[in-house]
Protein backbone atom coordinates (compact mmCIF):
# COMPACT_ATOMS: atom_id res chain seq x y z
CA UNK A 1 0.00 0.00 0.00
CA UNK A 2 1.22 3.62 -0.95
CA UNK A 3 0.38 6.19 2.10
CA UNK A 4 3.39 8.83 1.07
CA UNK A 5 1.87 11.54 -1.23
CA UNK A 6 3.63 12.51 -3.77
CA UNK A 7 5.88 15.24 -4.04
CA UNK A 8 3.70 18.66 -5.01
CA UNK A 9 5.09 21.43 -6.96
CA UNK A 10 3.24 24.92 -6.58
CA UNK A 11 1.86 26.77 -9.70
CA UNK A 12 0.23 29.78 -9.19
CA UNK A 13 -3.01 30.68 -10.72
CA UNK A 14 -5.63 28.39 -12.55
CA UNK A 15 -4.81 25.23 -14.51
CA UNK A 16 -4.65 26.84 -18.11
CA UNK A 17 -6.73 24.32 -19.98
CA UNK A 18 -8.72 22.42 -16.69
CA UNK A 19 -10.03 18.65 -16.56
CA UNK A 20 -13.23 18.08 -17.34
CA UNK A 21 -14.31 16.09 -14.19
CA UNK A 22 -17.28 13.41 -14.35
CA UNK A 23 -18.68 11.46 -12.36
CA UNK A 24 -16.69 8.61 -12.88
CA UNK A 25 -13.34 10.39 -12.80
CA UNK A 26 -13.95 12.39 -9.72
CA UNK A 27 -12.23 9.26 -6.98
CA UNK A 28 -8.90 10.60 -9.92
CA UNK A 29 -9.00 13.85 -9.04
CA UNK A 30 -10.06 13.68 -5.76
CA UNK A 31 -7.17 11.49 -4.90
CA UNK A 32 -4.67 13.41 -6.80
CA UNK A 33 -5.85 16.41 -4.48
CA UNK A 34 -4.62 14.71 -2.26
CA UNK A 35 -1.16 13.70 -3.75
CA UNK A 36 -1.72 10.32 -5.46
CA UNK A 37 -1.84 9.52 -8.51
CA UNK A 38 -4.93 6.53 -9.30
CA UNK A 39 -6.08 4.21 -12.10
CA UNK A 40 -9.05 2.03 -11.68
CA UNK A 41 -7.96 -1.73 -12.20
CA UNK A 42 -10.05 -4.09 -14.09
CA UNK A 43 -11.54 -6.90 -11.69
CA UNK A 44 -12.68 -9.52 -14.12
CA UNK A 45 -9.22 -9.45 -15.95
CA UNK A 46 -6.47 -7.11 -13.73
CA UNK A 47 -5.69 -4.73 -16.18
CA UNK A 48 -5.16 -0.94 -15.30
CA UNK A 49 -6.81 1.60 -17.28
CA UNK A 50 -5.33 4.74 -18.03
CA UNK A 51 -6.65 7.61 -18.72
CA UNK A 52 -9.14 6.32 -16.44
CA UNK A 53 -12.11 4.91 -18.22
CA UNK A 54 -15.40 3.36 -17.07
CA UNK A 55 -14.96 0.50 -19.31
CA UNK A 56 -11.99 -1.80 -20.01
CA UNK A 57 -10.27 -1.77 -23.21
CA UNK A 58 -9.04 -5.32 -23.27
CA UNK A 59 -12.17 -7.45 -21.61
CA UNK A 60 -15.20 -4.62 -21.83
CA UNK A 61 -15.91 -5.15 -18.18
CA UNK A 62 -17.31 -2.09 -15.84
CA UNK A 63 -16.04 -3.85 -12.52
CA UNK A 64 -13.16 -1.65 -10.81
CA UNK A 65 -11.74 -1.21 -8.06
CA UNK A 66 -9.18 2.08 -7.47
CA UNK A 67 -5.53 1.86 -6.99
CA UNK A 68 -2.74 4.34 -6.11
CA UNK A 69 -0.29 4.22 -9.09
CA UNK A 70 3.58 3.63 -7.78
CA UNK A 71 5.21 6.97 -8.65
CA UNK A 72 8.58 5.47 -10.16
CA UNK A 73 9.10 4.52 -13.63
CA UNK A 74 11.10 5.83 -16.83
CA UNK A 75 11.06 8.31 -19.31
CA UNK A 76 10.17 7.19 -22.67
CA UNK A 77 10.24 9.84 -24.55
CA UNK A 78 9.92 13.38 -24.49
CA UNK A 79 9.75 16.71 -26.82
CA UNK A 80 10.00 20.51 -25.98
CA UNK A 81 7.43 22.67 -26.85
CA UNK A 82 8.55 26.28 -28.07
CA UNK A 83 5.39 27.41 -29.42
CA UNK A 84 2.09 26.46 -27.21
CA UNK A 85 -1.36 28.27 -26.73
CA UNK A 86 -1.67 31.65 -25.17
CA UNK A 87 -2.48 30.74 -21.87
CA UNK A 88 0.93 28.52 -21.64
CA UNK A 89 3.61 31.37 -22.83
CA UNK A 90 4.76 31.96 -20.19
CA UNK A 91 6.04 28.15 -19.40
CA UNK A 92 7.60 28.30 -22.70
CA UNK A 93 9.65 26.45 -23.48
CA UNK A 94 8.74 23.33 -21.92
CA UNK A 95 9.06 19.68 -21.71
CA UNK A 96 6.01 16.65 -22.29
CA UNK A 97 7.01 13.12 -21.41
CA UNK A 98 5.92 9.45 -22.26
CA UNK A 99 6.51 7.92 -19.30
CA UNK A 100 6.34 4.01 -18.39
CA UNK A 101 5.72 3.68 -14.91
CA UNK A 102 6.88 0.77 -13.25
CA UNK A 103 3.00 -0.40 -12.58
CA UNK A 104 3.08 -1.02 -16.90
CA UNK A 105 0.89 2.05 -17.16
CA UNK A 106 1.93 4.66 -19.93
CA UNK A 107 1.23 8.30 -19.04
CA UNK A 108 1.93 12.01 -21.56
CA UNK A 109 2.14 14.31 -19.12
CA UNK A 110 4.59 17.81 -18.51
CA UNK A 111 8.10 16.85 -17.58
CA UNK A 112 9.11 19.54 -15.11
CA UNK A 113 12.78 19.45 -16.19
CA UNK A 114 14.40 20.17 -19.30
CA UNK A 115 15.28 16.67 -20.84
CA UNK A 116 17.64 15.97 -23.34
CA UNK A 117 18.22 12.83 -25.52
CA UNK A 118 20.43 11.41 -23.14
CA UNK A 119 17.60 11.04 -20.88
CA UNK A 120 15.76 8.76 -22.79
CA UNK A 121 15.39 5.91 -20.36
CA UNK A 122 16.22 7.64 -16.96
CA UNK A 123 14.58 7.40 -13.45
CA UNK A 124 11.27 9.55 -13.18
CA UNK A 125 9.25 10.37 -10.36
CA UNK A 126 5.25 11.13 -10.98
CA UNK A 127 4.29 14.72 -8.63
CA UNK A 128 1.55 16.32 -8.46
CA UNK A 129 1.37 20.09 -9.87
CA UNK A 130 -0.82 22.01 -7.28
CA UNK A 131 -2.42 24.95 -9.38
CA UNK A 132 -5.15 27.47 -7.33
CA UNK A 133 -8.14 25.87 -8.91
CA UNK A 134 -6.83 22.15 -8.65
CA UNK A 135 -4.02 19.15 -9.14
CA UNK A 136 -2.50 18.60 -12.65
CA UNK A 137 0.25 15.42 -12.46
CA UNK A 138 3.71 15.69 -14.28
CA UNK A 139 6.91 13.82 -13.80
CA UNK A 140 10.04 14.73 -13.28
CA UNK A 141 14.05 13.02 -13.23
CA UNK A 142 15.65 11.23 -10.19
ZN1 LIG B 1 -10.66 -6.16 -18.06
Avoid at 8 to 37: D, K, M, Y
Avoid at 87 to 92: K, N, T, V, Y
Avoid at 94 to 112: F, M, P, T
Amino acid sequence: MIDVPLPTIRHNGPRPFPPRVSRFTRPFWTALEQGFLTAPKCQACGRLRFPPRPLCPACWSEDHVWIVLRPHGRLYSFTRIHVAPRALDGDLPYAIGIVDLDDGVRLLCRLVNQATFADIGREVETVVLQYDDGPLFAARLI
